[in-house]
């Protein structure tokens, strides 16, 4: 009755074993595995080549069938559900004639369905990928990165994780802020909140919420310099989301209607010009463009920056902040104590020496390049 592999599946579907109106699927679908799905059942057919007395394959199908259509018909939507998944799984090879359009119609809506569901997890998995690579771009590693797949996986609609980074022996916490699409489909990472503790004086504790714009944003280590109150320079969007860069800084004097501290923006057109202030120093590192890029890049990031000074002949080390407000940049010695700018400037004509000194560095590596 049952030849090697009859029951062969094209579909490889799991079927569900319930009780539905009497019917218990998963001795239907154990029935249905005894039978040799790949000869046409056609009623006429098989009564011609089963004339005997041993019944017993067609009393299967009989009952197969009928047991297919108390499913189909039953009020419990789940029993149509699996009348149809059997029925594609075992009669898609050889569909009796009479069943040979409704399979069909299954197969065909299956098919779409699972299309679907590969089309969303490829979704998913870009997903994650996506909101992993953010949180790698924004300075907060692969910590959450476990969790945040559990969760997402889950469907959680929303849901919040937490992290710490250490900066200069300071401890930064943050809550990273995760929900799904209108679709449920997508996630976005849109803000987290940023909590700088004193533990001298635990009311300058500081804590702020920073949003995220399709991955980009203030990073977590750019966090902690606004919350220690430096300076960052930031690319941002208008209302039209036409890009312009400028610097931010947060007021800690004032707050906003939902607790954070107010963001001051000083943009190009506010004149800070961070490489002529840097020229009125003499400043080691400026005289190595490498050096010097590495030193804006720094600054404009919001870190004091540790810089060779020249003075008296002698070299000593300082760390610079940049102050865009003032437009200025503060000094700093070993300690972190305010050191007074005009002590260590040039004068006018070292300024100028400076300056065409430098001019010519210019030509001399813009020839060598044409070279």
């Not at 679907?116 to 979704?123: F, P, T």
């Not at 803000?191 to 995220?212: F, G, H, V, W």
């Not at 002949?313 to 902040?321: A, I």
Request: glycine share 4%.
């Amino acid at each position: 009755m049952k030849k090697e592999n009859a029951g062969s599946q094209t579909f490889p579907i799991e079927i569900e074993k319930c009780v539905i109106d009497t019917i218990d699927t998963g001795k239907l679908e154990k029935t249905m595995q005894l039978i040799d799905w790949t000869i046409n059942y056609d009623k006429e057919f098989y009564k011609t080549i089963f004339p005997g007395p041993d019944h017993t394959l067609i009393n299967h199908l009989v009952s197969v069938f009928e047991q297919l259509r108390v499913l189909r018909e039953s009020e419990n939507r789940m029993g149509k559900h699996i009348s149809d998944q059997l029925m594609i799984k075992y009669m898609s090879v050889q569909p009796p004639e009479k069943y040979k359009e409704y399979i069909a119609e299954i197969e065909a809506s299956y098919e779409l369905t699972n299309s679907s569901k590969v089309k969303a997890n490829e979704m998913n998995e870009q997903n994650l990928e996506f909101l992993q690579k953010n949180l790698l771009n924004l300075g907060f590693g692969d910590k959450v990165n476990e969790e945040m797949e559990k969760l997402i996986k889950a469907k959680v609609p929303e849901f919040n994780l937490t992290t710490e980074q250490t900066y200069n022996n300071k401890k930064m916490d943050y809550t990273l802020h995760f929900k799904a699409g209108d679709q449920g489909d997508m996630y976005f990472f849109n803000r987290y909140d940023a909590s700088l503790k004193n533990e001298a004086d635990p009311t300058k504790d500081r804590m702020q919420t920073l949003y995220i714009n399709k991955g980009h944003g203030i990073t977590a280590k750019e966090a902690f310099n606004l919350m220690e109150g430096r300076s960052v320079e930031k690319k941002l969007y208008n209302k039209e989301n036409e890009p312009y860069t400028a610097w931010l800084k947060l007021d800690f004097k004032e707050r906003d209607d939902y607790g954070n501290h107010k963001l001051q923006k000083f943009s190009e057109k506010y004149g800070y010009d961070l490489e002529k202030i840097l020229a009125q120093y003499p400043i080691k590192q400026l005289a190595d463009s490498q050096q010097k890029e590495e030193l804006m890049r720094s600054l404009k990031k919001g870190n004091a920056q540790q810089v060779t000074i020249e003075k008296d002949g002698q070299s000593h080390k300082y760390y610079l902040v940049a102050e865009p407000q003032y437009k200025q940049i503060n000094v700093y010695d070993q300690s972190m104590k305010t050191v007074k700018r005009e002590s260590l400037k040039l004068d006018n004509t070292q300024q100028k020496t400076k300056k065409n000194q430098q001019e010519n560095t210019n030509k001399q590596s813009r020839k060598q390049k044409v070279h």
